[in-house]
């Protein structure tokens, strides 16, 4: 008996990821007002009335001397959308987060699939320890666009033709890869997320080397420019004093 084909949403690839701040209490004055309760008691709360511009010394001072509990006196929810392979290194953070993640358990995943762009380097070279990526070759990049798309469209078929003989979503997930997008809510303090950054991005004024994969570092990028706006003094401080979270 030849079997029909499944009908299904046609897939789709990305080469992005994306994240929106959805709500927050975070700014500057935070921080001033958590370290000052130590020596003005609830006078402290006087530093909500202040322009937290004069009190930048305090912040970097905290920072430098790694004063670490007063930045986390602030909250910060974003939205992401990602591989699902950027998603289990980011719950390796777990101190000062928590996290949402979308079900494949109780609904329907879409076929929304994450394929490296032209920008990203394909190519390891060096020995564990000490390597660096590459860019890939025009025929690398060919290869690696033609071969997951294929797998991926293979996957989703196999997973719509489950779901569609009665099987439990639950169940039927289990072929789809970890390049599929998810998305989750993630809310953690400024201290958390320069633990996370200070990790999981390159930059040029960190003391201390980091190696991401670049797919989380996108991530963090976006989060980090939604910061930087909120808490631009603690943002300051944390680039001034090499990116070591306090």
Same mark, same amino acid.
């Given at each position: 008996?030849?079997?029909?084909?499944?009908?299904?949403?046609?897939?789709?690839?990305?080469?992005?990821?994306?994240?929106?701040?959805?709500?927050?209490?975070?700014?500057?004055?935070?921080?001033?007002?958590?370290?000052?309760?130590?020596?003005?008691?609830?006078?402290?709360?006087?530093?909500?009335?202040?322009?937290?511009?004069?009190?930048?010394?305090?912040?970097?001072?905290?920072?430098?001397?790694?004063?670490?509990?007063?930045?986390?006196?602030?909250?910060?929810?974003?939205?992401?959308?990602?591989?699902?392979?950027?998603?289990?290194?980011?719950?390796?953070?777990?101190?000062?987060?928590?996290?949402?993640?979308?079900?494949?358990?109780?609904?329907?995943?879409?076929?929304?699939?994450?394929?490296?762009?032209?920008?990203?380097?394909?190519?390891?070279?060096?020995?564990?320890?000490?390597?660096?990526?590459?860019?890939?070759?025009?025929?690398?990049?060919?290869? !690696?666009?033609?071969?997951?798309?294929?797998?991926?469209?293979?996957?989703?078929?196999?997973?719509?033709?489950?779901?569609?003989?009665?099987?439990?979503?639950?169940?039927?997930?289990? !072929?789809?890869?970890?390049?599929?997008?998810?998305?989750?809510?993630?809310?953690?303090?400024?201290?958390?997320?320069?633990?996370?950054?200070?990790?999981?991005?390159?930059?040029?004024?960190?003391? !201390?080397?980091?190696?991401?994969?670049?797919?989380?570092?996108?991530?963090?990028?976006?989060?980090?420019?939604?910061?930087?706006?909120?808490?631009?003094?603690?943002?300051?401080?944390?680039?001034?004093?090499?990116?070591?979270?306090?």
């Amino acid at each position: 008996m030849t079997e029909l084909p499944v009908e299904s949403a046609p897939a789709s690839f990305r080469s992005d990821v994306t994240v929106e701040l959805v709500k927050h209490a975070a700014a500057d004055s935070d921080v001033l007002w958590a370290a000052r309760v130590s020596t003005a008691g609830e006078q402290s709360l006087d530093e909500l009335k202040k322009d937290p511009e004069r009190s930048k010394g305090l912040i970097n001072f905290l920072m430098r001397d790694r004063h670490g509990s007063p930045f986390e006196h602030n909250s910060m929810t974003f939205f992401i959308s990602a591989p699902i392979f950027v998603f289990r290194e980011f719950m390796r953070h777990r101190v000062g987060w928590s996290y949402n993640e979308e079900s494949g358990r109780y609904r329907e995943l879409q076929p929304v699939f994450y394929v490296p762009g032209e920008d990203r380097k394909l190519v390891q070279q060096g020995r564990p320890g000490k390597y660096e990526f590459v860019a890939g070759t025009d025929k690398q990049h060919q290869v !690696v666009s033609e071969q997951m798309e294929a797998a991926y469209r293979g996957a989703y078929e196999a997973y719509q033709r489950m779901l569609g003989e009665g099987v439990a979503r639950e169940v039927a997930r289990a !072929v789809l890869p970890v390049g599929l997008f998810s998305s989750m809510y993630a809310t953690c303090n400024a201290r958390s997320l320069m633990h996370f950054l200070g990790l999981r991005t390159q930059h040029e004024q960190a003391k !201390v080397p980091s190696f991401p994969q670049r797919e989380i570092e996108m991530v963090g990028e976006l989060m980090e420019a939604e910061w930087a706006k909120l808490m631009p003094l603690t943002h300051a401080a944390f680039n001034n004093n090499g990116r070591v979270a306090p």
